[in-house]
């Protein structure tokens, strides 16, 4: 039988707890992009309070990107030195910690808002390229993995989307080629680096298509793969929630591959988590507003045997894009 708190592997990591924590905004930065002391007592909270996996909060790979005002951003000049703090806070504490890295505009090689179809093969491989330049950053910062943003509506997520990418070339048409572009980044960071890979990934309206998109995914290096949502209500069936919709599809990927498979967000009750991750093929789940309330809740439930997440779900720190809660 399992249970939140085993002692179990993560890929090649090893962690205490099944519970992934899923970071998103970044308010407590200061002008200059530093990271504040705040931001470092939030991270030591969290590592020494039975957490899985530490996911940081949205790192931006391009300046003026839709929410670069809200993350960090791996071009800062204090980006390694900041981060290698917060790697080291959490490895005291025996707690992995992946880098979320992602971006939604394209804005490239002098051109603006770039659509998918209209990337040249130039536009790919400058893509690729800064991708292979971040992992380096995060791994010399001493993360232990990376987690890509190929999920929600981030960019690499409508190169994937089969409504979305209607392109002739290499890089469209078939799954697996609209998944080249992903595949030949994870290839690259895998030559480079030893950083675990974390893909976080939609399902979309064809659940078909997409499973084939996890399935190939785990087949050409992702280490773990976490199922989301693409951001927009067409995307789901009527008479099923989006909960019951990403449940029924997480479990079947987690039957189709044989790496780790993450249930992203929506469950902060312990008896549900427990009942779910032993009625399905589900290993692991992600949580991340629950942690914006208090970083510490883990260890009282670990201690309890039971309980729930005191958050409201109000949903002010998503849509304030606050790495603190606004009720307190």
């Given amino acids: 039988m399992k249970g939140i708190f085993d002692n179990t592997k993560f890929g090649n990591l090893d962690v205490s707890s099944r519970i992934i ?3 998103l905004w970044e308010s407590q930065n200061d002008s200059g992009k530093n990271l504040t002391q705040e931001v470092f007592d939030r991270y030591e909270k969290l590592a020494k309070n039975n957490v899985g996996v530490i996911t940081t909060e949205l790192i931006s790979m391009y300046s003026h990107d839709r929410f670069s005002d809200y993350t960090h ?22 707690t992995p910690i992946l880098a979320q890295i992602g971006f939604v505009n394209c804005n490239i090689n002098g051109k603006q808002m770039m659509e998918v179809n209209d990337l040249t093969i130039e536009d790919i491989r400058t893509i690729q390229a800064d991708y292979v330049v ?32 209607t392109r ?22 895998k030559n480079t680096t030893d950083l675990h890979i974390h893909c976080k990934v939609n399902l979309y309206q064809d659940e078909d298509d997409s499973l084939e998109i ?28 989006n909960q ?22 929506g469950r902060s009750d312990m ?23 208090d970083p510490t809740f883990l260890t009282k439930w670990k201690a309890e045997g039971h309980g729930k997440s005191e958050c409201k779900t109000c949903n002010n720190c998503y849509w304030k894009k606050e790495s603190v809660c606004l009720i307190e």
Avoid: W
């Fill in 21 to 23: 924590r899923n970071g």
């Fill in 73 to 94: 951003y791996i071009n800062s000049p204090l980006f390694i030195k900041d981060f290698k703090e917060v790697t080291d806070i959490a490895h005291e504490h025996n």
């Fill in 134 to 165: 971040a992992a380096k950053k995060i791994m010399f910062a001493g993360f232990d993995g990376i987690e890509l943003c190929i999920g929600n509506n981030f960019y690499l997520s409508r190169v994937m989307d089969p409504f979305e990418n």
């Fill in 168 to 189: 002739s070339d290499d890089y469209g048409g078939s799954t697996y080629n609209r998944v080249r572009m992903v595949l030949e980044i994870i290839k690259l960071i």
């Fill in 214 to 241: 996890c399935k190939i995914l785990a087949e050409n290096g992702a280490d773990s793969l976490q199922i989301t949502r693409f951001l927009s209500p067409q995307y789901f069936r009527k008479g099923q929630s």
């Fill in 244 to 265: 019951d919709m990403l449940v029924g599809f997480a479990d079947k990927v987690a039957k189709n591959v044989s790496i780790p498979v993450v249930l992203g967000g």
């Fill in 271 to 293: 008896d549900k988590i427990n009942e779910l991750i032993n009625t399905t093929d589900i290993d692991f789940i992600s949580m991340q507003r629950p942690f914006v309330k």
